[in-house]
């Protein structure tokens, strides 16, 4: 019987063995029960302890069955749709993406104060129009499987800036789309802005386009915000990963195994309250532990030490059946370079292998402070590589080809077989950006660098590509909704 790995499923490679992730995970579980954590939205305390957890004001001490009756109840698999597309509010098929263990999809980060301007290659603060490129972009490459916005918008009222992001990404793209957000205004904002794509909550539950991206805090904080917007969206089906992680030396001891386990109690946590709440809920829960650079006092984003965590914590959340988010494809370079180059291959390779099921922050440089697009037309590449190698080798009587050696026989050539022809495509890997010409051939052409390719494919991009339309009256219910935000706020609109 012959053995085949297929699109977005990948050879894996192990960090821990079976011994060491029981060890982390029942230290977690101790780690829950004998420390606990501060968790200040007061629903959450309360669905805790009538779940059986003590309580000293914020303090909540969380006995193991309450994080093992989570796991139980958590769907070890959910589904994020494209966005609809046209009057009849088409789903591309191609952008459904299969939330479950070891299927790897990548993506941008959110969140970044500056961004690398298209245009002028300055380093500048975030302003509208970023998340909306980003978006555009991203809808482009064929290995950005969701999106993300790139950068924190400082152009708006600061409330609103997670709202805005969204708006402008869902009209610049047909993938599934993470958002994050402030406040529970911010998230039903943000489920009205979905709703005018969608065209119904029944169609919005049904086939979601989006998921809430959360955090937790650490040393074992749960927030009142993140738990109140984290409710209201498993309220409304909506899915939500749940991201956080410890910094080894800061926010987590200085080992790594100390962090893994800091790490994963803020994310079973918020499992937990998320299941309590809304038992069934789809949920993600993801970590981004970090070793922190004692030279320097700043998490060490680009280091092996995150990648390390990472798959660590793979290995962990695979054992528990839950799909993880990790991280790849971020550098500490402040420019597209070799270093950036260099780290966003070692993350994109080690996290591809971890098994992964969400790895965001593509695109990311300076230690999650800039976003750049030219990273992630770079990234794609990268991923395109990436998974070429993760899909492994076909072996079956077709791809032995033992007909095809014995009839051509010692001393002859394959380049002429129709066999060859039928099959190159799918069993040799050819760039889009990388060089492969000869000398002459490259001089001739105008010996472009790949960071010139780079930028052409980004100018290209911005330029000429078209995402898939809006439904028919959506943009207008789109701009209403930040029309009554920003009422709301008691503002006017930014250009109004």
């Not at 958590?74 to 939330?99: K, V």
């Not at 380093?123 to 950005?144: E, I, N, Q």
């Not at 400082?154 to 789309?177: C, G, I, N, R």
């Not at 955090?215 to 917007?229: G, H």
């Amino acid at each position: 019987m012959s053995v085949t790995y297929r699109f977005h499923e990948a050879p894996k490679f192990r960090i821990l063995s079976e011994r060491q992730i029981k060890m982390v995970y029942q230290a977690t579980l101790e780690c829950l029960q004998r420390t606990g954590v501060n968790v200040y939205n007061a629903e959450a305390r309360a669905l805790l302890a009538e779940a059986g957890a003590h309580l000293e004001g914020v303090r909540v001490w969380i006995p193991p069955h309450i994080i093992q009756d989570a796991i139980a109840s958590s769907p070890r698999s959910f589904t994020l749709w494209g966005r609809p597309s046209g009057n009849a509010r088409i789903q591309d098929s191609r952008h459904r993406l299969q939330i479950v263990p070891d299927r790897t999809y990548f993506g941008a980060g959110p969140t970044c104060t500056y961004f690398i301007d298209p245009e002028t290659g300055e380093r500048r603060r975030s302003r509208r129009g970023d998340p909306a490129r980003a978006a555009l972009v991203c809808d482009a490459l064929d290995h950005m499987d969701y999106v993300m916005g790139l950068g924190l918008i400082h152009d708006v009222p600061s409330q609103l800036s997670p709202v805005y992001e969204f708006a402008e990404m869902v009209a610049q793209t047909a993938k599934p789309v993470l958002p994050w957000a402030y406040s529970v205004d911010n998230v039903s904002d943000i489920y009205d802005i979905g709703l005018a794509v969608a065209g119904s909550e029944e169609a919005l539950r049904a086939r979601p386009f989006f998921a809430l991206f959360a955090t937790f805090q650490s040393p074992l904080v749960q927030t009142d915000e993140d738990i109140a917007n984290a409710f209201w969206a498993a309220e409304h089906g909506i899915p939500i990963v749940f991201v956080g992680g410890g910094t080894a030396g800061t926010t987590a001891p200085v080992t790594g195994a100390a962090a893994l386990v800091i790490s994963l109690a803020g994310a079973l946590t918020s499992l937990a309250i998320v299941q309590l709440k809304r038992r069934g809920a789809p949920v993600c829960i993801g970590g981004i532990p970090q070793a922190m650079d004692m030279r320097t006092g700043r998490p060490s984003y680009g280091a092996p030490e995150m990648s390390l965590y990472s798959a660590a914590l793979a290995d962990v959340t695979r054992y528990l059946d839950l799909p993880f988010m990790g991280t790849a494809g971020a550098s500490e370079s402040k420019v597209l370079d070799l270093q950036a180059a260099i780290e966003s291959t070692f993350q994109v390779v080690i996290s591809g292998l971890s098994g992964a099921t969400l790895i965001h922050d593509v695109g990311f440089l300076d230690c999650a402070e800039i976003g750049s697009l030219e990273s992630l037309v770079m990234n794609d590449e990268i991923i395109s590589m990436a998974r070429w190698l993760l899909r492994g080798i076909e072996i079956s009587d077709d791809t032995l080809s033992l007909d095809l050696i014995d009839q051509v026989g010692p001393g002859g050539e394959f380049a002429s077989r129709k066999e060859t022809a039928r099959l190159c495509r799918t069993e040799v890997w050819n760039p889009h950006l990388m060089d492969r010409q000869t000398w002459a051939s490259w001089e001739a052409q105008g010996s472009r660098t790949m960071k010139e390719r780079i930028k052409a494919r980004l100018a290209e991009i911005l330029s000429s590509h078209e995402p898939p339309p809006l439904p028919e009256g959506a943009a207008q219910q789109i701009e209403a909704v930040l029309e009554r935000a920003e009422v709301r706020l008691g503002g006017a609109r930014p250009g109004a």
